[in-house]
Structures are given as structure tokens and as C-alpha cells.
């Protein structure tokens, strides 16, 4: 656990330093919207990186972007580091505290402003459920696209802070090709629009380097996403593959044939085997790789779709196809790939979870890369692998009670992201760099990149007091790996799908 | 797929890193050129040309990927020949204003065609760059993955920048298959009909890639599946255009009638606004969203008049083409936004040497 070790002297100048921020904080929040108490504050000591913890000073719970306006007046006049939080969902520790800071809650700022059918527009506050826009824009036979697998509680202040993506990405995009646009108040306590509900927006896009920010740049109090037509109906092919290099061919060969899948996921073996007792999805647990892969819109165009890619998967060498005949059957094949997290934890008293991304014609090299690690770092391995898009999800299993385990997994998940930035990709695709990746980032980025990015940040937030010292690492910090790890199988929120 | 070229490009790029060096010690601007093709558009050129066209050639290709990199003054008809050669495209369908249109010219300028409203725009397809600053320094951000969330994504941030945050030496950028199925269809249709309608179908699960209403009549391209688009055709009725081809490429290349002659004016609005009432003629695209005004000449007062319309509206207008540069060619920008652009400016280009006044 990297739980900070309390300092007897740094504890009293907190005490002291709470006390004088609370007192100017009750000045612009009412005293509802302050927790200061530790056992108040403790909930939001960690978000769903558990392994990393670090108490807050101060925690608010503003409910307008008036209140949040006046939090970062007082946090800029006395200097208080602002940590911002949504649902706390988040994989990288984003939303993880800083000892003598304030965490900004938008909890609170859970409203859907305007739900507009005509425009297939949502205005939302930044509090509110991802798949709460969904549910409330269903009655007009439309949705938001970025389906991130922790949809039923992740918030759409999260999502614009990580630019989440989810299993259909490569078809529909991520948050940033789904977002209109950002209300946020700067660390000034200046309200900046960025983009708009046109298509574009004057000058520079700073919506763009906005979205996937980490919560560094500005506090969102409201969004317009962009809302899409439901499809009408979807199906799946679950293919099998005697090789996993042979099931990456297949994809290849889907995508060279001009179809792009609304999903496509790719499990090893030894996700399959981890999974089938679990979830009972009917894998075929003797195959090398399994492939799912799903159509969508209407019903004659599946119909075309799944037609042309039993085709290619078959050409491809499949050697099982089984194609969904019923939504219970398409569901049911998917559970076993979104169960894949749970599962790991069930079969494994700790699991790393990696998540890097490469150009997925280097997939096979990665996974036997990954396979010689087994063997030098002694512990086994699954992979679960977005396959469309190249994000890899690596699942180090290992127990955390056999003395230096943890070591050698720590380890070992720092060669795989290594090994994912050697062949052309990056050290994280969608779960962000938080605290966790933050010294990985110095093995994809050079010093003047590094220093681009500081420069960025300045140029939002030059008094550098929001969510300091995260997902950028400053060149003296170049030396450590930090990795997500979970204890006892456990997820923070373990109820929630993981993929 | 292409090996990685093995040419004198890295002495090119020294030699660009050189004359900025220079240029930024000496404080002299430089004007980033590529083709030359869209010389017209924005506020101000000002500077001695760097001519990118040196640095040249594509660096990789992977059709299964998804993915093209090149140079920045690499052509964009040398791309888009590679890419139609293995059924691909870059999705949204860049104007060439001519032959010589460079890659890094159209991700500097990201101008979109008619695809623009159904799969996106420049930003939205690209995946990467690397960005030589002021200092002279190559700078990669982003990369040839289509999931990557490792640092600010200041390879987006480049689309539409107009050169003046600094040279984008390379674009990594995300391809799509060509559809497999395409057909145009007519209706005569009112402006406040069209709009209406078109708002209406994309809310629906329809094929529809690019619109356009002008002069009573509404243009629609349906592309995708062979089943979609012969469904959505049968449903939405309308009378085929043999020529499809031709008329979505005037209107990409603004070959169109309409962009001939007098003040052009790009007005971008929510597609959802109503018709906007404005002296002069409108050509209408993306679904609403794009709406060309063409008018004769065009004063001050005009000028206030068409931005303070377009911004009731949501939007905000460029004089796009023709007309007086002197009443502002960009939308003025909030003052807080303006704030972050002079910032960034600064932080990438210290001494303001790259396309002084190009954009505001």
C-alpha cells in the first residue's frame, strides 16, 4: 500500500492549516458542502486505484459553478492544491488526494440541464452518470456513444477529464469525438466555453487538449455531448482460433476488407479458462484466442455484416464460429469478456491490471514478450485485448503474501509497458497516467515533451494548483514505476464490469 | 504497406531546425507554406516562406491499422491515390483547392468536406504529430494508436492551428474503408423544409454522409452497406442524381457555382439553428451545421451584422474568401479563450516568429 506515513509535525501544520481553510471556506459554501472530519473524508481517501491512498485536508461539495467560482477564489488566495473527483471511478489515481489539499466533489452537480431531441444534444452537469444520459435520452430512440465499462456510476466530468472510450470506440469514437462542448472555470475563477453546438469553434481547439486532461486544466461544471441514433439491433460472432497470432490475422483481415466492427475483443487462453468456470459464457477453453465480434444497426445491414464476416473469419482459419441468435445469447457472450477483471480476482488473491496500446500487427511479438516474462518473473499472466484499437489489457496474477511477489509483478508489468512503447504504442489508452503511470511517462516521452506539457498546463492553469503533480512527471521524478494494483481481488466498486 | 523512407529527411528537418533557431533568435517571422493552395485564407501572411515541400514522402502505411503517416509536405493527391489504391480515405474528405495541397497544410488549416457532419472532422482523425516549436525542437505527441490518453493531446490541438503554434513536420492520422455502397438523392425542398428534415433523419438510424441545400433543392449522399443504403433510399424516396460524384467533389473543392465571385462567409452554427436571415445568397451543409454565404461586397456594418446573426444563433462566422480582410477574417474570441491562445502561443513559440497574425 502506498499509504502516506503520517508525520506527527506535518499532522499538526495540516490541523492548522484545515482549520484556516475551512474558515474561509465557510465564508462561500454552506457548511453541508464541507467535510473536514476524518471520518468524513475518508471516503474519498482513494479513488479505484485502492492501492494508492492518501487522506484529503478538506473535502467540497459545491452544487453550482457559483459555489465552485468561490472554492478555487479561496484556493488561489491561500494556495490550496485542488483535487477534482467524480464518481471516483478512475483506474490511474487521478482523483487521489494530496495531504494539505481540497478535493472538489461534483457530486452534487448531478442535473441534466436539457435533454433536446431535434439537435440530438444533452446539456449535463458534470456529476451526472454516464449512462444516466443514455437512460434519459432512450425515449428518443438515441444515446451517448462512449460506453467506458464502468458506465453505471462514472460521471461525465470523469469521462471529459479521462477521455474515456469504451468497446465500441473504434466505430463510434471517444469522449472526444463526442463531446460539443466544456463549460469550466479556470484556476482565475474565469468561466471559459470551449467548443460549442456547432461543429466547430473559432480559434485554436482547445477542446481537444482539454478533454483527457486529468482534471488539470480546469473544473467542469457543464457538458454537451452529442447524442446519436440507437441501432436498431446487434449481433455477435464468437470465433475461435487454434493461435492467438492466427485470431490477430483475422482481424487484420476483417478491417482490410472494409468492415469496421461495432466491437471487437480478442481473450487468450488463459482468459478464457479464467473466465468460463466464472461466468458459464460457452467459450471454447481448448482454443488459443477467442474473438468477438459485433455488428450493429439495422437489421438488413447486420444481416450483411455478419454474412461478410463469418466470410473473412473463416478464410482467416476460425476454427469454431457461433454467431448470437437471440439479445439473451449476444449478452451472454459478452459476459464472459466483461466478467474478465472479477474473474482475475477470483482465480488470483492480486492482479495488475496493464494498459497499454500497440499497433496491433505487433500483438503476436507483445503477447510472446509477455509469455517469456512469465516464465523469468515466475507468474502467470492473462490478456484481454480491445483488438480493434490495439489497447491491451495484461492482467498480472499474483499474491501479494509470498514475500517479493509483488516486487516481481511490479516489475514485470513496467517491461510490458516498456515493451509497448519499444513497438509504436503508449504506456495507457484509456484507464489515463494519474499517479499510477506517471514515472512510465518518461519512457515514452523526452524531456522537452515533458516540458511541452508542463507549459500546457501553465498556460490554463498557471498558478498550478489543480491536480498537481499527476500524469505529468516532472524530470526528477524519471525513476520509479508504479502500477495498479489490487489486493485481495477486490476492486474499489467491485461490482462493476472492468474491460 | 510502406518501409520507413531512408532519404536525406533528417538532414531536412535539421535545416528547418536551423532556420527557426535563427528566426527566433533574430526575431524575424517566418511564413509555414506547403502547396500554397490556401494562401487566401486567414487574417495575415507575413514572414519569409519556409517551404515544407522538401520535407516529403509517406512513412508508413498499415491498411489494416488504420493508420497513414507523412511528412508534412507530402501531397494530399499522393495519399489519397495510396489510400483509394487499398479501398481507404481519409473520411473527412479535405477540399483540395489545388494539385499542390500538402498533408501538413490540410491538417494546419482543418478544412473538412461534406462527410464532415456524419464522420468527423480533421481533429477527429488524427492520431498524432510531431511538432517542431520555436526553439527548433521536434516534439511528438500522440502517436499511431487510435486509443491513447499518455499526456495533453496536443496532436489535436494542431488541427486548425494555422502554423502559429509551430511547423508540423509529421501527421499520423486514421483512415477509414470506403464505403461499400453510395447514391445521391434530390428533393425540392424549402430552406426551413430542409432544415427541419434533416435535422429530423439524423435523428434516425439513417446512411446519410453529406447534405446540401441550395436554391430550393436538397442534395443527400447515403453511403455504407449495400442493405443500408438501398433501405434508406426506398424510405426517404427523392429523385437519384446520376453525377453524385461530381457534385459532392464541386462542393468539397468549391468548384460549386456558389463560391464564385463577391465575400464568402463560412457561418458555423448549431445544425439545429433555424434559417438565418441574412442579405446575400446560402448554400447549406453538413446537416445544417455549414452554411456558406455568398454576398456581393460587404461593409462594416454588414460585417457586425453577420457575426452578431450567427453568434445569436450559437455559432460564430469567418470571412472566408474574397471581401475586405480589414473587418476580421476569425470570430473574435472570448476574452478568458483569448487569454489560454496568447499563453500557448507564447509557451510553443516564444519569440512569435511562426505566421504572425495568420489567425488573430
Excluded at chain 1, 464541507?34 to 468524513?40: H, K, Q, R, V
Excluded at chain 1, 475518508?42 to 479505484?48: A, I, K, T, V
Aim: overall charge negative.
Amino acid at each position: 500500500m502506498n499509504t502516506a506515513i503520517p508525520d506527527p509535525g506535518l499532522l499538526a501544520d495540516i490541523a492548522a492549516r484545515r482549520e484556516q481553510v475551512a474558515a474561509a471556506l465557510r465564508h462561500v459554501l454552506p457548511s453541508s458542502a464541507i467535510l473536514s472530519a476524518p471520518e468524513d473524508t475518508r471516503p474519498y481517501e482513494c479513488d479505484g486505484l485502492a492501492a494508492y491512498r492518501q487522506l484529503p485536508m478538506i473535502v467540497v461539495l459545491p452544487d453550482s459553478e457559483a459555489q465552485i467560482v468561490a472554492v478555487l477564489g479561496v484556493c488561489r488566495e491561500l494556495n490550496v492544491p485542488i483535487v477534482p473527483r467524480g464518481a471516483g471511478t478512475g483506474l490511474s489515481g487521478g482523483a487521489m488526494p494530496i495531504a494539505d489539499g481540497v478535493v472538489l466533489s461534483t457530486a452534487r452537480l448531478n442535473r441534466i440541464v436539457r435533454m433536446d431531441a431535434y439537435s440530438r444534444t444533452a446539456v449535463v452537469q458534470p456529476g451526472v452518470r454516464n449512462l444516466a444520459i443514455s437512460e434519459a435520452a432512450a425515449q428518443h430512440r438515441l444515446y451517448y456513444a462512449p460506453d467506458p465499462s464502468s458506465q453505471i456510476a462514472c460521471t461525465i466530468g470523469g469521462n471529459v477529464a479521462e477521455n474515456s472510450g469504451g468497446v465500441h470506440c473504434l466505430k463510434y469514437g471517444l469522449t472526444v469525438h463526442n463531446v460539443l462542448r466544456v463549460r469550466m472555470v479556470t484556476i482565475d475563477g474565469a468561466v471559459v466555453e470551449l467548443g460549442g453546438e456547432a461543429l466547430d469553434a473559432p480559434g485554436l481547439d482547445l477542446l481537444s487538449v482539454f478533454i483527457g486532461s486529468e482534471g488539470m486544466l480546469g473544473i467542469v461544471t457543464e457538458v454537451t455531448v452529442k447524442l446519436v441514433p440507437k441501432p436498431a439491433t446487434a449481433r455477435v460472432i464468437m470465433a475461435s482460433f487454434d493461435q492467438v497470432v492466427a485470431g490477430c490475422e483475422a482481424v487484420a483481415a476483417l478491417i482490410a476488407a472494409g468492415i469496421i466492427p461495432a466491437g471487437l475483443e480478442m481473450m487468450d487462453q488463459t482468459s478464457s479458462r479464467m473466465v468460463e468456470p466464472f461466468v458459464r459464457a460457452g467459450y471454447d477453453t481448448n482454443a488459443a484466442a477467442i474473438l468477438l465480434c459485433e455488428a450493429d444497426g439495422t437489421a438488413e445491414e447486420v444481416e450483411e455484416e455478419i454474412a461478410r464476416m463469418s466470410a473473412v473469419l473463416q478464410t482467416a482459419g476460425a476454427s469454431a464460429i457461433a454467431v448470437s441468435q437471440s439479445e439473451a445469447e449476444r449478452l451472454k457472450f459478452w459476459s464472459g469478456r466483461k466478467n474478465a477483471f472479477p474473474a482475475a480476482g477470483r482465480i488470483s488473491p492480486d492482479y495488475y491490471c496493464m494498459d497499454g496500446t500497440i499497433p496491433r500487427k505487433r500483438l503476436g511479438e507483445v503477447l510472446t514478450g509477455i509469455a517469456q516474462m512469465e516464465t523469468r518473473y515466475g507468474l502467470r499472466c492473462a490478456n484481454v485485448f480491445h483488438a480493434g484499437d490495439g489497447n491491451l489489457h495484461p492482467l498480472i496474477l499474483f499474491n501479494a503474501n509470498i514475500p517479493d511477489e509483488f516486487e516481481r509483478a511490479e516489475a514485470f508489468g513496467a517491461e510490458i509497458l516498456a515493451l509497448c512503447v519499444a513497438v509504436g504504442g503508449t504506456i495507457t489508452g484509456e484507464h489515463g497516467v494519474g499517479i499510477e503511470k506517471i514515472d512510465s511517462m518518461c519512457v515514452q516521452f523526452a524531456p522537452s515533451e515533458l516540458a511541452a506539457f508542463f507549459s500546457v498546463k501553465r498556460a490554463f492553469d498557471p498558478a498550478g494548483l489543480l491536480n498537481p503533480d499527476k500524469a505529468i512527471p516532472t524530470l526528477n521524478r524519471c525513476a520509479e514505476f508504479g502500477k495498479m494494483r489490487v489486493s485481495g481481488g477486490a476492486l474499489p466498486f467491485a461490482h462493476l464490469p472492468r474491460f | 504497406m510502406t518501409e520507413p523512407l531512408k532519404d536525406s529527411s533528417t538532414d531536412i528537418a535539421a535545416q528547418f531546425g536551423a532556420r527557426i533557431r535563427a528566426a527566433t533568435a533574430a526575431g524575424k517571422p517566418l511564413r509555414l507554406r506547403g502547396g500554397g493552395t490556401k494562401d487566401w485564407y486567414g487574417q495575415e501572411l507575413d514572414g519569409d516562406v519556409l517551404d515544407t515541400r522538401t520535407y516529403s514522402g509517406i512513412v508508413s502505411y498499415e491498411p489494416t491499422e488504420l493508420v497513414i503517416t507523412a511528412r508534412c509536405g507530402t501531397p494530399l493527391a499522393e495519399i489519397e491515390a495510396l489510400l483509394a489504391r487499398h479501398n481507404q480515405m481519409l473520411a473527412f474528405e479535405p477540399p483540395r483547392f489545388g494539385a499542390e495541397s500538402t498533408i501538413g497544410g490540410v491538417v494546419a488549416s482543418a478544412l473538412s468536406g461534406p462527410r464532415r457532419a456524419s464522420a468527423g472532422a480533421v481533429r477527429d482523425f488524427v492520431l498524432g504529430a510531431v511538432l517542431m516549436d520555436g526553439r527548433g525542437e521536434g516534439l511528438r505527441f500522440g502517436g499511431q494508436v487510435m486509443k491513447n490518453v499518455a499526456g495533453y493531446d496536443v496532436s489535436r490541438l494542431l488541427a486548425g492551428s494555422l502554423g502559429t503554434l509551430g511547423l508540423i513536420l509529421e501527421v499520423s492520422l486514421k483512415v477509414l474503408p470506403v464505403p461499400v455502397g453510395e447514391t445521391s438523392l434530390r428533393f425540392d425542398m424549402s430552406e426551413i423544409d430542409a432544415l427541419t428534415r434533416l435535422n429530423e433523419w439524423a435523428g434516425q438510424p439513417l446512411p446519410i454522409s453529406a447534405s446540401c441545400w441550395h436554391r430550393g433543392v436538397l442534395t443527400l449522399r447515403l453511403s455504407g452497406a449495400e442493405a443500408a443504403v438501398i433501405a434508406a433510399r426506398q424510405r426517404l424516396g427523392g429523385e437519384a442524381l446520376d453525377d453524385g460524384v461530381a457534385f459532392w467533389t464541386s462542393l468539397r473543392d468549391q468548384s460549386h457555382d456558389h463560391f464564385g465571385g463577391g465575400a464568402l462567409w463560412r457561418l458555423s452554427v448549431p445544425p439545429a439553428a433555424s434559417a438565418i436571415i441574412l442579405r446575400g445568397e446560402q448554400l447549406i451543409e453538413w446537416g445544417g451545421a455549414q452554411r456558406w454565404l455568398k454576398v456581393d461586397d460587404c461593409d462594416a456594418g454588414q460585417a457586425a451584422g453577420i457575426r452578431s446573426a450567427v453568434a445569436a444563433a450559437g455559432g460564430h462566422a469567418t470571412l472566408f474568401r474574397g471581401g475586405d480582410k480589414r473587418l476580421g477574417v476569425f470570430h473574435p474570441l472570448a476574452p478568458a479563450v483569448a487569454k489560454i491562445h496568447e499563453r500557448l502561443k507564447q509557451s510553443f513559440d516564444p519569440a512569435g516568429i511562426f505566421n504572425p497574425g495568420r489567425m488573430y
